[in-house]
């Protein structure tokens, strides 16, 4: 008693889960050479379950005493055995009642499965005919699958095998079973039979040669009579063989049964016939099959039975298989489907690796999709097993490489987890146990020793996640939904048609259209594959645009710019909003696409609306002092900020194309953009006026905002009307000679050539304007504006407000100037008619020559300058008394113009459409062109392009021109009443 318990803590602690039990198994084995039964207890602590091998070891030996002896002169023998009995109780039980097939384990490869499981029924593999009787020919069978089972199972253990060559072989094995099956079925209905060409095809994994080692085993069957044989008979025979061949596979006897084979794939499922001629297969499919039936003959291949007129079955239906995604709603169906068997499976949740979320399945079907939609145009992707096709998909640039390596990687180790699981009993399941024992022989068997539990759940559970992640990213692309949709003349980009196609579409250019496509797209690279994946659909969304030529041409020079950087198609093909939205972007502004060609890198920021919200002003700000700060020279620090504006433009710009902000917002995100580049570019130059002065500046410096920027309304060809204010702490002659270097040097990096729009400073409504100083004192400011400020002048203070600089200057500078622009009282008479007959003569002179002026959108009647001028009398006849009227920007002064009671709503409403409709117009005419203009187009192609970028039908541009005259005609008449009085 005292050697067992020493000898069952010493098995304890080798791994063992219950020492005492191991201890008396292992008395069992004892032998004369006692160093050997040590030898085999040493190796059994290695396999997945000790515990389990040491049982059926012993109950192998009590059978077969021979089988110690053999297994003590044969160490590659005893590794193959322990490794079977370790995880499969169900094959170690075998053993047991064939111990002799142990044999088996020794012979390194084995011969073909269909000669040998034929043999095995009594039938001669050149004339299958079984000689045995029928009980008997099934026990056969099943003694033999079993036994090549346990042949593949020991060499798949110990690592012999890889995981594709193990699933290729259950599948030839199970097919030769088939073939055996038939065999037996054959002589079951003897030499009356009417005779009956009859082939089965393997469905799902067994037609992809990756199937499990435990499954229902789906087949469909055709038939035809032999030449002159009637077709009804025939039939009734081939159906006979057929279920008499599912029987012989799946029928219990005192070796079991093998697997069910499965016909409910067949046309019309389990309520069809289960044998149809080939025409009658056809004929269903072309006329009522569903979406599901193609994905599922996706995998169909000929497995036993008439192997000619199997391949005649395939090559007939590969044809509809591959043409299926164009069926309507195709994309939508297989979503909808792999739906319904979560739904289906949601009671066994996350631990079902086959059926649940980042299961198996999630996997193949996002790869059967991928394949479905795209395989059609590219047959390099139609394979019938899933590691094999996800391969193709990424070498052709379906899949990313790194998703596809994720897939790959969930995939293998969810399918050798499925095969450990069904090993155990050889029973089919897909759900992961809970007890921790079967955890820890899972754990084990997948090579983790030290904590088997908790790595194999971490393992698998990180899988799982990433299966997921790639199967929502994957399956629910939106682009396959775009490209299942596309006439295949039209995906094909290449056919004689094409150039009447794109013309149709809406391009302008067809030739110069196919030049940039067969550059994209020509050659065997990577990126040309992805670019023929991406372009079909490309072209249908540039098409929806204002410009599909412009959209294309943009396109290429970003690609071109782009095509090398590996992210940047990648981006395209699994992030269908960035592809979709850039399109809208490239085919509506050229303005936006000469950003983007200059700024490729904010490519990205089309992918989400949250990244197109304007980012605030404080973080930009800081964002460019820490570019000027970066750099020595002012130059090269001023070069940085407007590369951050460049991006900070497309961001804007992008947004107001797709409807994401207003034309208020759009002026305020200008505006503030242009703050922080003046003062970007102030403190570029204050730090290189300082260097050269070696010494610190003797003066505070401002930069007051003026005009639109002043307002806040900034366009996107907006200059930036300032002032230069200073405040020396010294000497003030030094003070303004340092001052006016920093404000000229401003003005220099500012227009400095760049690959970007210029921000230029224009300081012309300064006091005296040209003709006046650059740079003035407060002091000064205050002087002039004293003695001899004119009502322009204080109409344009109107919209001064501080931009840069020196912020307590800038304060003192607002205070003062708010005695000039919000005069106490308010203006006189003879300050209303002088400003009312500036108003008249600069709509009389300053009106561009040849302009139309009901068309001009600034000048013309009921455009920007009535609106404005409305707006700024009011202001200098009552901030005074009304603190809501004191804002520097047009709208605002509206609103609070008829909250008290100084405008009518209706007024106010006539005067904000108007305005918001003529910013709209140069906004979009700076858009779409690239270049600024301010009347409503007169050439009716730019004019189309105006209106279709406004949000006009593509045949509105007539609506869109009388929308303008109507609109301005009623701002017109408020503003004559309102401003003039009439």
Same mark, same amino acid.
């Given at each position: 008693?005292p050697?067992?318990?020493?000898t069952a803590?010493?098995?304890?602690?080798l791994?063992f889960a219950d020492?005492?039990?191991?201890?008396r198994?292992?008395?069992t084995?004892?032998t004369?050479? +006692?160093g050997?039964a040590e030898?085999?207890l040493?190796?059994l602590v290695?396999?997945a379950?000790?515990?389990?091998?040491?049982?059926?070891l012993t109950?192998?030996a009590?059978?077969?005493p021979?089988?110690l002896?053999?297994?003590?002169g044969?160490?590659?023998l005893?590794e193959?055995l322990?490794?079977?009995?370790?995880?499969?109780?169900a094959?170690?039980?075998h053993?047991v009642r064939?111990p002799?097939?142990?044999?088996?384990?020794?012979?390194?490869e084995?011969?073909?499965?269909?000669?040998e499981?034929?043999?095995a029924?009594?039938?001669?593999?050149?004339?299958?005919?079984?000689?045995a009787?029928?009980? $008997?020919?099934?026990v056969?069978?099943r003694?033999a699958?079993r036994? /090549?089972?346990?042949?593949?199972?020991?060499r798949?253990?110990?690592?012999?095998a890889?995981?594709?060559?193990?699933t290729?072989?259950?599948?030839?094995?199970a097919?030769?079973?088939?073939e055996?099956?038939?065999?037996?079925?054959?002589?079951?209905?003897?030499d009356?039979a009417?005779p009956v060409?009859?082939?089965?095809i393997?469905?799902g994994k067994?037609?992809?040669?990756?199937?499990?080692?435990?499954?229902?085993?789906?087949?469909?069957f055709?038939a035809?009579?032999?030449?002159?044989?009637?077709?009804t008979?025939a039939?009734?025979?081939?159906?006979?063989l057929?279920?008499a061949?599912?029987?012989?596979?799946?029928?219990?006897t005192p !070796?079991g049964?093998?697997?069910?084979?499965?016909?409910? &794939?067949?046309?019309?499922g389990?309520?069809?016939?289960?044998? %149809?001629t080939?025409?009658?297969?056809l004929a269903y499919?072309?006329?009522?099959?569903?979406?599901w039936?193609f994905?599922?003959?996706?995998?169909?291949?000929p497995?036993?039975?008439?192997?000619?007129?199997?391949?005649?079955?395939?090559?007939?239906?590969?044809?509809?298989v591959w043409s299926?995604?164009?069926?309507?709603?195709?994309?939508e169906?297989v979503?909808?489907m792999r739906?319904?068997? !979560?739904?289906?499976?949601?009671a066994e949740?996350?631990?079902?690796?086959?059926l649940?979320?980042?299961?198996?399945?999630?996997?193949e079907?996002a790869?059967?999709?991928l394949?479905?939609?795209?395989?059609?145009?590219?047959p390099l992707l139609?394979?019938?097993?899933?590691?094999?096709?996800?391969?193709a998909l990424?070498?052709?640039?379906?899949v990313g490489?790194?998703?596809?390596r994720?897939?790959?990687?969930a995939?293998?180790f #969810?399918?050798r987890?499925?095969?450990?699981l069904?090993?155990? /009993?050889?029973?089919?399941?897909h759900?992961?146990?809970?007890?921790?024992?079967d955890?820890?022989?899972l754990g084990?068997a997948l090579?983790?020793?030290?904590?088997p539990v908790?790595?194999f759940?971490?393992?698998?559970?990180?899988?799982?996640?990433?299966a997921?992640? *790639?199967?929502?990213?994957?399956?629910y692309?939106p682009?396959?939904?775009a490209?299942?949709?596309l006439?295949e003349?039209?995906?094909?980009?290449?056919?004689?048609?094409?150039?009447?196609?794109?013309?149709a579409l809406?391009?302008?250019?067809p030739?110069?259209? *196919?030049?940039?496509?067969a550059?994209?797209?020509?050659?065997?690279? %990577?990126?040309?594959a992805?670019q023929r994946?991406?372009?079909?659909?490309?072209l249908?969304?540039?098409?929806?645009?204002?410009d599909?030529?412009?959209?294309?041409?943009g396109?290429?020079?970003?690609?071109?710019?782009?095509g090398?950087?590996p992210?940047? &198609?990648?981006?395209?093909r699994d992030?269908?909003?960035?592809?979709?939205?850039m399109?809208r972007v490239?085919g509506?502004s050229?303005y936006?696409?000469?950003?983007?060609?200059?700024a490729?890198?904010?490519?990205?920021l089309?992918?989400?609306d949250a990244?197109l +919200?304007?980012?605030p002003?404080a973080?930009?700000?800081?964002?460019?002092?820490?570019?000027v700060?970066?750099?020595?020279?002012?130059?090269?620090?001023?070069?940085?900020v407007? +590369? &951050?504006?460049r991006?900070e433009l497309?961001?804007?710009a992008?947004? $107001?194309?797709?409807?994401l902000?207003d034309i208020?917002?759009v002026?305020?995100?200008?505006?503030?953009?242009?703050?922080?580049?003046?003062?970007?570019?102030?403190?570029a130059a204050?730090?290189k006026?300082?260097l !050269?002065?070696?010494?610190?500046?003797?003066?505070?410096?401002?930069?007051?905002?003026?005009?639109? &920027?002043?307002?806040?309304?900034c366009?996107?060809a907006s200059d930036?009307d300032?002032?230069f204010?200073h405040?020396?702490?010294?000497a003030e002659r030094?003070?303004t000679?340092a +001052?006016?270097?920093v404000a000229?040097?401003?003005r220099? #990096? #500012?227009?400095?050539?760049?690959p970007?729009p210029?921000?230029?400073?224009?300081?012309?409504?300064r006091?005296?304007?040209?003709q006046?100083p650059?740079v003035?004192?407060?002091?000064s400011?205050a002087?002039?504006?004293? %003695?001899?400020?004119?009502p322009?002048e204080?109409?344009?203070?109107?919209?001064?407000?501080?931009s840069a600089? $020196?912020?307590?200057l800038?304060a003192e500078?607002?205070?003062?100037?708010d005695?000039? /622009?919000y005069?106490a009282?308010?203006?006189g008479?003879?300050a209303?008619r002088?400003?009312r007959r500036?108003?008249?003569?600069?709509?009389?002179?300053?009106?561009p020559?040849?302009?139309d002026?009901a068309?001009h959108?600034?000048?013309g009647?009921g455009g920007l300058?009535?609106v404005e001028?409305v707006a700024?009398?009011l202001?200098l006849?009552?901030?005074? !008394?009304?603190?809501?009227l004191r804002t520097?920007?047009?709208l605002?002064?509206?609103?609070a113009?008829?909250?008290?009671?100084?405008l009518?709503?209706? $007024?106010a409403?006539e005067?904000t459409?108007a305005?918001?409709?003529?910013?709209r117009?140069?906004?979009?005419?700076?858009?779409i062109?690239?270049r600024?203009?301010?009347?409503?187009?007169?050439?009716? /192609?730019e004019r189309r392009?105006?209106?279709?970028?406004l949000?006009?039908?593509?045949?509105?541009?007539?609506?869109f021109?009388?929308d303008?005259?109507?609109v301005t005609? %009623?701002?017109?008449?408020v503003?004559?009443?309102?401003?003039?009085?009439?």
């Amino acid at each position: 008693m005292p050697r067992i318990e020493s000898t069952a803590a010493r098995l304890a602690k080798l791994g063992f889960a219950d020492g005492a039990r191991a201890a008396r198994l292992a008395a069992t084995l004892a032998t004369p050479e +006692a160093g050997e039964a040590e030898e085999l207890l040493r190796d059994l602590v290695r396999v997945a379950d000790p515990d389990l091998a040491l049982t059926s070891l012993t109950r192998l030996a009590e059978r077969d005493p021979g089988v110690l002896r053999t297994l003590s002169g044969d160490r590659p023998l005893r590794e193959r055995l322990f490794a079977v009995l370790g995880v499969s109780a169900a094959l170690g039980e075998h053993l047991v009642r064939h111990p002799g097939q142990t044999a088996l384990l020794a012979v390194p490869e084995l011969g073909d499965p269909r000669d040998e499981l034929l043999r095995a029924v009594g039938a001669d593999p050149a004339a299958p005919e079984p000689r045995a009787g029928a009980g $008997d020919a099934l026990v056969a069978l099943r003694v033999a699958y079993r036994g /090549r089972l346990l042949h593949l199972a020991a060499r798949d253990l110990t690592g012999a095998a890889a995981h594709a060559e193990v699933t290729a072989e259950l599948s030839d094995l199970a097919g030769a079973a088939l073939e055996a099956a038939l065999a037996i079925a054959r002589a079951e209905a003897g030499d009356d039979a009417e005779p009956v060409r009859l082939a089965v095809i393997g469905m799902g994994k067994c037609g992809a040669r990756e199937l499990n080692y435990i499954s229902d085993v789906d087949v469909v069957f055709v038939a035809e009579p032999h030449d002159g044989a009637d077709e009804t008979k025939a039939l009734r025979t081939a159906t006979r063989l057929a279920q008499a061949m599912m029987r012989a596979c799946s029928a219990a006897t005192p !070796e079991g049964a093998l697997w069910e084979v499965d016909a409910g &794939l067949r046309p019309e499922g389990r309520s069809g016939p289960l044998v %149809r001629t080939l025409a009658s297969h056809l004929a269903y499919y072309r006329r009522w099959a569903k979406t599901w039936e193609f994905q599922a003959l996706l995998k169909a291949r000929p497995v036993a039975g008439d192997a000619e007129l199997g391949a005649a079955y395939v090559a007939a239906v590969n044809d509809l298989v591959w043409s299926a995604a164009t069926r309507e709603n195709f994309v939508e169906d297989v979503q909808a489907m792999r739906r319904r068997v !979560e739904e289906h499976v949601r009671a066994e949740g996350e631990r079902q690796i086959k059926l649940g979320p980042g299961g198996l399945r999630d996997i193949e079907f996002a790869v059967q999709l991928l394949q479905l939609v795209h395989g059609r145009l590219d047959p390099l992707l139609r394979r019938k097993a899933t590691l094999p096709a996800l391969a193709a998909l990424s070498r052709g640039g379906y899949v990313g490489r790194e998703d596809a390596r994720g897939l790959a990687e969930a995939y293998t180790f #969810l399918r050798r987890v499925e095969h450990l699981l069904q090993l155990y /009993r050889l029973r089919r399941t897909h759900v992961l146990p809970a007890a921790e024992e079967d955890l820890r022989r899972l754990g084990r068997a997948l090579g983790t020793q030290v904590d088997p539990v908790g790595e194999f759940t971490g393992r698998w559970r990180r899988h799982a996640m990433e299966a997921r992640r *790639l199967h929502e990213k994957l399956f629910y692309r939106p682009l396959l939904q775009a490209v299942a949709r596309l006439p295949e003349s039209e995906a094909r980009l290449s056919t004689s048609a094409a150039m009447a196609r794109l013309e149709a579409l809406g391009y302008v250019d067809p030739p110069g259209a *196919l030049r940039h496509i067969a550059a994209l797209t020509s050659g065997v690279s %990577r990126r040309a594959a992805i670019q023929r994946t991406l372009l079909p659909v490309m072209l249908d969304w540039f098409a929806g645009t204002p410009d599909p030529d412009a959209g294309l041409l943009g396109f290429r020079q970003v690609s071109d710019k782009l095509g090398s950087t590996p992210w940047y &198609l990648r981006l395209l093909r699994d992030e269908t909003a960035v592809a979709s939205r850039m399109a809208r972007v490239l085919g509506t502004s050229r303005y936006a696409t000469g950003l983007l060609t200059h700024a490729p890198e904010a490519v990205p920021l089309l992918g989400s609306d949250a990244d197109l +919200a304007a980012r605030p002003a404080a973080a930009l700000l800081a964002e460019a002092t820490a570019a000027v700060s970066r750099h020595d020279d002012a130059e090269s620090a001023v070069g940085a900020v407007r +590369a &951050l504006r460049r991006k900070e433009l497309f961001r804007t710009a992008v947004a $107001d194309i797709s409807g994401l902000i207003d034309i208020e917002q759009v002026g305020v995100a200008l505006s503030e953009l242009n703050d922080v580049t003046i003062q970007a570019a102030l403190d570029a130059a204050i730090a290189k006026v300082t260097l !050269e002065r070696r010494a610190p500046l003797p003066t505070r410096v401002a930069v007051i905002a003026m005009g639109r &920027l002043g307002g806040m309304e900034c366009s996107y060809a907006s200059d930036a009307d300032v002032m230069f204010v200073h405040a020396p702490a010294e000497a003030e002659r030094d003070a303004t000679d340092a +001052a006016f270097a920093v404000a000229n040097e401003v003005r220099r #990096l #500012l227009a400095l050539p760049a690959p970007d729009p210029p921000l230029l400073i224009d300081p012309d409504l300064r006091p005296e304007g040209r003709q006046g100083p650059l740079v003035r004192t407060l002091a000064s400011y205050a002087a002039y504006y004293a %003695r001899w400020s004119s009502p322009w002048e204080s109409q344009a203070l109107l919209r001064a407000r501080f931009s840069a600089g $020196d912020a307590g200057l800038g304060a003192e500078f607002t205070e003062m100037i708010d005695r000039i /622009r919000y005069p106490a009282g308010g203006i006189g008479d003879d300050a209303v008619r002088e400003i009312r007959r500036l108003k008249a003569r600069m709509e009389a002179e300053r009106l561009p020559r040849g302009a139309d002026p009901a068309l001009h959108t600034k000048l013309g009647p009921g455009g920007l300058s009535d609106v404005e001028w409305v707006a700024q009398l009011l202001q200098l006849r009552h901030a005074h !008394e009304h603190p809501s009227l004191r804002t520097t920007r047009t709208l605002e002064t509206l609103r609070a113009a008829v909250a008290a009671e100084l405008l009518g709503p209706a $007024d106010a409403e006539e005067l904000t459409g108007a305005w918001r409709f003529a910013s709209r117009i140069r906004d979009a005419i700076m858009l779409i062109k690239g270049r600024p203009g301010d009347s409503v187009p007169v050439d009716v /192609r730019e004019r189309r392009l105006a209106a279709r970028t406004l949000g006009y039908a593509p045949d509105g541009s007539e609506d869109f021109l009388n929308d303008y005259r109507r609109v301005t005609r %009623r701002a017109r008449q408020v503003m004559e009443r309102v401003f003039y009085g009439s």
